[in-house]
């Protein structure tokens, strides 16, 4: 009798015991080290900050969900095999915030072959918009989008003469198609397209043609190093050009590399302002990040927690225990999700997300003003 009571007690408390908990598993692979890692750990910071609080409200359906993160260096090679492990061997219910545009489409095929979402890869490449992937749901709007914007706002104020600097890669490609029609639109032309090697950038040939073109702005893709380069690299040579840069450096940490030559840089930016309380979403964000120490909410860390709130509702939507198909079918049928103050929606054909795109420059004291 005592030991059947014993045998009971045991099973109860392994029952109860964490690592038995029903937890829904969630793959990430990320470069947190190499050119973009201060902008994915803030990413991610964000995702986790609402992930932390629906977790500790119970979870989704009483199951906690679980984010593993991998470092793929920033590497496309890396990216590819880490998404294979969180697919094959973590059975991961689906892949989160990706991020970089030739990495993220390392990883399609393997959603394709096993069926597996991706929610709000950190990338807003046209190619994973148009045509729709059938496996990825985007949140964030697109490069295209951010540089037309950013064209639209320097032709307004009477800037004409604009080069573009960019890599020679999908994500480099966007952003310039994004640039040449706004410049269509204002029926102007470029004094200097410059493009530069993704994988071993070197500045040193192309700002001083960018310099010579005697441009009045300076549009960089690229990555945050890359950006930091060209940006000390021109105001070296004497350049006092207005520069300009994407929504892929839209972080603390990059802000911060600048220093003094940060000041006054645009960075576009995909969601609104970190401190506009009027959206409920920023709202909930601030009062979740204050509630945290030390933790200063940035505009990369809105689009992770963005990404995260349509995860969450997407496995809410997904049944009592989701799966890679019950999520795949409630995230293709979500309709006029309200984030709080954005509204998401997504069907068979269409995994667009968000249009939203705004500018930001950065003042003399590191951090974003609007």
Same mark, same amino acid.
């Given at each position: 009798m005592k030991q059947r009571i014993f045998w009971c007690a045991a099973l109860l408390a392994a029952a109860m015991s964490p690592a038995s908990q029903a937890q829904i598993l969630i793959g990430q692979t990320a470069g947190f080290t190499g050119a973009v890692g201060a902008g994915v750990k803030e990413t991610t910071d964000g995702a986790k *900050?609402?992930?932390?609080?629906?977790?500790?409200? &119970?979870?989704?359906?009483?199951?906690?969900?679980? %984010?593993?993160?991998?470092?793929?260096?920033?590497?496309?090679?890396?990216?590819?095999?880490?998404?294979?492990? %969180?697919?094959?061997?973590?059975?991961?219910?689906?892949?989160?915030?990706?991020? +970089?545009t030739p990495h993220t489409q390392a990883v399609i095929p393997l959603l394709n072959q096993y069926g597996v979402p *991706?929610?709000?890869?950190?990338?807003?490449?046209?190619?994973?918009?148009?045509?729709?992937?059938?496996?990825?749901?985007?949140v964030r709007a697109t490069y295209q989008r951010e540089a037309e914007k950013a064209v639209t706002h320097l032709t307004s104020i009477g800037? !004409?003469?604009?080069?573009? %600097?960019?890599?020679?890669?999908?994500? +480099?490609?966007?952003?310039?198609?994004?640039?040449?029609?706004?410049? !269509?639109?204002?029926?102007?032309?470029?004094?200097?397209?410059?493009?530069?090697? =993704?994988?071993?950038?070197?500045?040193?040939?192309?700002?001083?043609?960018?310099?010579?073109?005697?441009a009045q702005a300076v549009i960089m893709i690229g990555s945050g190093q890359v950006v930091l380069e060209g940006v000390k690299a021109l105001r070296a040579a004497g350049s006092a050009a207005q520069i300009v840069t994407l929504s892929n450096n839209a972080s603390s940490g990059f802000a911060k590399s600048l220093g003094d030559s940060g000041r006054n840089v645009i960075v576009t930016q995909v969601f609104p302002?970190? =401190?506009?309380?009027?959206? $409920?979403?920023?709202?909930?964000? *601030?009062?979740?990040?204050?509630a945290k120490p030390q933790t200063e909410l940035s505009?990369?860390?809105?689009? +992770?927690?963005?990404?995260?709130?349509?995860?969450?509702? &997407?496995?809410? =939507?997904?049944? $009592?225990?989701?799966?890679?198909?019950?999520?795949?079918?409630? %995230?293709?049928?979500?309709r006029k999700f309200d984030m709080g103050g954005l509204e998401?929606?997504?069907?068979?054909?269409?995994?667009?997300?968000?249009?939203?795109?705004?500018?930001?420059?950065? +003042?003399s004291d590191g951090k974003f003003k609007r």
């Amino acid at each position: 009798m005592k030991q059947r009571i014993f045998w009971c007690a045991a099973l109860l408390a392994a029952a109860m015991s964490p690592a038995s908990q029903a937890q829904i598993l969630i793959g990430q692979t990320a470069g947190f080290t190499g050119a973009v890692g201060a902008g994915v750990k803030e990413t991610t910071d964000g995702a986790k *900050l609402y992930i932390d609080s629906v977790n500790a409200n &119970g979870g989704v359906g009483g199951q906690k969900i679980e %984010l593993i993160s991998m470092d793929d260096k920033f590497e496309t090679k890396i990216a590819a095999e880490n998404a294979r492990q %969180l697919i094959e061997e973590k059975k991961v219910v689906a892949m989160f915030l990706t991020r +970089g545009t030739p990495h993220t489409q390392a990883v399609i095929p393997l959603l394709n072959q096993y069926g597996v979402p *991706l929610v709000g890869p950190s990338t807003g490449a046209m190619v994973l918009h148009q045509p729709v992937q059938k496996h990825i749901f985007n949140v964030r709007a697109t490069y295209q989008r951010e540089a037309e914007k950013a064209v639209t706002h320097l032709t307004s104020i009477g800037i !004409t003469k604009i080069a573009v %600097l960019y890599p020679d890669d999908s994500f +480099g490609s966007d952003g310039l198609a994004g640039a040449q029609k706004g410049m !269509t639109t204002a029926k102007i032309t470029p004094v200097a397209v410059e493009k530069f090697d =993704r994988s071993k950038p070197d500045l040193s040939a192309i700002v001083p043609v960018i310099y010579k073109s005697n441009a009045q702005a300076v549009i960089m893709i690229g990555s945050g190093q890359v950006v930091l380069e060209g940006v000390k690299a021109l105001r070296a040579a004497g350049s006092a050009a207005q520069i300009v840069t994407l929504s892929n450096n839209a972080s603390s940490g990059f802000a911060k590399s600048l220093g003094d030559s940060g000041r006054n840089v645009i960075v576009t930016q995909v969601f609104p302002s970190e =401190r506009s309380i009027a959206y $409920p979403m920023i709202k909930e964000a *601030l009062k979740l990040a204050q509630a945290k120490p030390q933790t200063e909410l940035s505009p990369a860390m809105l689009e +992770g927690f963005a990404a995260a709130k349509v995860l969450v509702e &997407g496995l809410r =939507r997904a049944g $009592p225990k989701p799966t890679r198909e019950t999520l795949q079918s409630a %995230l293709e049928n979500m309709r006029k999700f309200d984030m709080g103050g954005l509204e998401v929606s997504f069907s068979p054909a269409d995994h667009t997300g968000l249009d939203f795109a705004d500018l930001s420059i950065i +003042g003399s004291d590191g951090k974003f003003k609007r």
